[in-house]
């Protein structure tokens, strides 16, 4: 049963957005990663033919404690896979409708004129073009060292550093053992797409993170001051968790969320890998923390990254995410809704950052337009990163404030951002976001809002 727990998870993970289907295997703590990679993997594969034998079913319907994650990996084990492995409840479960679950894939079979299961797969059922020039990024984790260091590194390992890129199309260009710093952000280094860094020293022991660059933005353009009080109210797996604790220098205080116990556990783990204090950890569902209550009295800064579609999100392994139903977007928008009101009701916060790796409007000009519409003028809308290419959809005014990314181009997985504050009473609604405005900073060196760059000290923990 743990196999399946894990891929649940992982799938899971994908829909959130917390990361590529890699990292997140590396990161579930399975004993046996290639197994569960393949099995997540394969899963994906037939996802939308699991969908509709899901749906066609009733499975969902008739078993109302079944997670759709969970039911996807047994009922690809059991119909595609070698067998259900597991024992327990869920096996029980998944074998007692087998029969209506067979005979809607004999049904599907025939209404598509197949004979055989792969044939439901559609012919382009692999990443697509503008995917697979994604390339790999690592964010250097300046709580344990620093960029010149890891560069260092990387060319004792006989990798080429061709400096700071100047545009997309060199990042586009990379093959081979080359890398260079990216054109945005300070502590994000580029690598080829295809390059595997999961049993390297850095990243074993904490020192760089697997990240995305569309998922460092929310942690860069919410800029907390060292001392700052945040919450990450929907915090697992971590990374973006640890990105505030490098941008806080591990000075203030971090409450991080999560609902679920493994997942808490999971970050748990990469949270202590990556050197970070002053960070309590809670299983806790966000909605039922209570913004009144005084150990959150200090909060002046929220990231909030609920759950979505995870339509943006470019697996690396085969496959594709399936498509979502009007009733399952309704509901994730609603959810999104509540969750982004009830983080703008804490009293002494100053500033959110909503994102999502979703590409629906849905679930994300319209999330913001709502809630801003709700809370009237406590809150407003400031632009970051005036030159990056994507903005959010035109659909109300003020929506070019926020961001939007995509692999064509901004060679990320796609995601949507948008950055709130307070409003000042009497105060002009600003043009920019300072710390998201600096465009050009440079290797070791940290931007934070409002403030002048101050060079960050060279040495630490050096890795030899």
């Not at 957005?17 to 703590?29: A, C, H, I, P, W």
């Not at 009733?58 to 597991?86: H, I, N, R, S, T």
């Not at 067979?102 to 995917?131: F, G, H, I, T, W």
Request: one cysteine or more.
């Amino acid at each position: 049963m743990a196999l399946y727990s894990a891929a649940a998870a992982v799938l899971a993970g994908l829909e959130r957005g917390e990361g590529g289907l890699k990292s997140l295997v590396y990161n579930s703590g399975f004993p046996h990663v290639r197994q569960l990679y393949a099995l997540v993997s394969e899963t994906l594969r037939y996802a939308s033919v699991l969908e509709k034998l899901l749906d066609g079913a009733a499975l969902l319907q008739a078993e109302k404690k079944l997670q759709p994650q969970l039911a996807k990996v047994l009922v690809y084990d059991l119909l595609f896979g070698k067998g259900l492995k597991c024992g327990g409840r869920w096996k029980a479960l998944a074998r007692r409708h087998r029969a209506r679950l067979e005979a809607e894939l004999a049904r599907m079979k025939v209404r598509y004129k197949v004979s055989r299961n792969e044939d439901l797969l559609a012919p382009e059922q692999a990443v697509s073009p503008a995917a697979s020039q994604v390339p790999r990024y690592i964010r250097v984790n300046t709580l344990k060292t620093c960029v010149d260091d890891v560069i260092d590194f990387f060319k004792r390992q006989e990798y080429s550093y061709l400096g700071k890129a100047d545009s997309v199309e060199e990042l586009k260009a990379l093959s081979g053992k080359k890398f260079m710093l990216d054109l945005h952000l300070p502590e994000l280094l580029v690598f080829p797409s295809q390059t595997d860094l999961h049993d390297n020293l850095l990243y074993t022991s904490g020192h760089i993170i697997l990240q995305d660059k569309a998922s460092c933005l929310p942690a860069f353009l919410l800029g907390p001051a060292a001392g700052s009080h945040v919450i990450d109210a929907c915090a697992a797996p971590g990374n973006k968790t640890s990105h505030l604790a490098a941008i806080l220098k591990n000075k203030g205080q971090i409450f991080a969320f999560d609902v679920d116990p493994k997942r808490v556990a999971t970050m748990n783990t990469l949270l202590t890998r990556a050197g970070v204090t002053g960070c309590q950890l809670a299983q806790q569902d966000f909605l039922t923390v209570n913004p009144r209550d005084p150990k959150y009295s200090r909060v002046t800064h929220v990231l909030l990254d609920p759950s979505c579609s995870g339509s943006g999100m470019v697996t690396r392994g085969p496959g594709e995410e399936a498509a979502l139903s009007a009733e399952r977007l309704q509901a994730l928008s609603g959810f999104q809704r509540r969750v982004l009101s009830h983080a703008l009701s804490f009293p002494a916060l100053q500033r959110l950052v909503y994102s999502t790796c979703s590409l629906y409007q849905e679930e994300n000009e319209d999330v913001v337009q709502a809630v801003l519409q709700e809370w009237g003028s406590a809150f407003r809308l400031v632009t970051a990163f005036p030159s990056w290419p994507c903005r959010g959809l035109a659909v109300f005014s003020g929506a070019e404030s926020c961001l939007r990314a995509s692999p064509a181009e901004t060679l990320t997985h796609g995601f949507f951002v948008a950055v709130l504050e307070r409003c000042r009473e009497g105060a002009a609604a600003p043009s920019s976001l300072p710390a998201a405005a600096k465009e050009n900073p440079q290797p070791g060196e940290v931007t934070e809002p409002g403030a002048a760059p101050k060079k960050r000290k060279k040495k630490k923990q050096r890795v030899k």
